[in-house]
């Protein structure tokens, strides 16, 4: 299994473009989530998912749109890139074992620039 | 809403000292707590979990942390600091419908050799 993968592992972006995250896992996980980090916050949520066609919003959204028409892939999309959201991008997934709390596995993340 | 205050965004330790990297958590139902490690320029990775099972948890590393209802604390320790440990570390909180964690601030461990 090769677990989450992101790509790309780094971009720069000039003010207003636009570019999507891509996130893949192999484990056929139900959940997937979308955090970004940023120096001294820790991890902030952007989106979820709990399943193929479902999504909802985290704690920060604004700016940030996703989809989810597979189990295996969850794209983050940034149509209108601003300063503020130079960071770095993780994802994550797990199982989503009913009454568990399973393990959350995460990529090893994209730093994006915004300039 | 479920919340997690990390003390002190940096700890230093000497090598073979105990390590103990404070957190308490706020949440009106019983939570589900988790710590987590990062090394440089990767991805977050598990240490270990309470879910209100025991509350003494033991996760990898030699790591270990303690659920303390009273002083609503979730604090982890190790024995003896290698200097493999350095690292940042970060505590987070779910209730147990599990959908979202919350992450605290990250603490940032360094061993002196």
């Known amino acids: 299994n090769a677990g989450v993968t992101q790509t790309p592992k780094f971009r720069i972006l000039k003010i207003g473009q636009s570019m999507t995250l891509q996130c893949t896992q192999d484990?056929?996980?139900?959940?997937m989530y979308w955090y970004r980090q940023d120096p001294g916050m820790g991890l902030k949520l952007i989106y979820y998912s709990v399943g193929a066609g479902i999504t909802d919003k985290g704690e920060v959204p604004n700016g940030y749109n996703v989809s989810r028409s597979t189990t295996e892939d969850f794209p983050l999309r940034l149509e209108l890139a601003a300063p503020s959201q130079t960071s770095v991008y993780f994802c994550?997934?797990?199982?989503?074992?009913?009454?568990?709390?399973?393990?959350?596995?995460f990529g090893p993340g994209t730093r994006l620039t915004v300039l | 809403a479920q919340s997690v205050t990390q003390l002190g965004s940096h700890v230093s330790v000497s090598e073979g000292a105990l390590v103990l990297l404070r957190c308490n958590y706020s949440s009106s139902v019983p939570p589900y707590l988790f710590w987590y490690v990062q090394y440089p320029n990767q991805g977050l990775q598990l240490l270990l979990k309470?879910?209100?099972?025991?509350?003494l948890v033991k996760g990898i590393n030699g790591f270990e942390a303690e659920f303390k209802k009273s002083e609503t604390s979730f604090h982890l320790t190790k024995p003896s600091a290698h200097m493999s440990d350095a690292a940042e570390y970060f505590c987070a909180v779910s209730d147990q419908g599990y959908q979202k964690v919350t992450f605290g601030t990250g603490t940032k461990l360094q061993v002196i050799p």
């Open positions: 484990m056929n996980h139900n959940y």
């Open positions: 994550a997934s797990r199982p989503g074992t009913s009454g568990v709390a399973d393990t959350q596995y």
């Open positions: 309470y879910t209100s099972a025991a509350t």
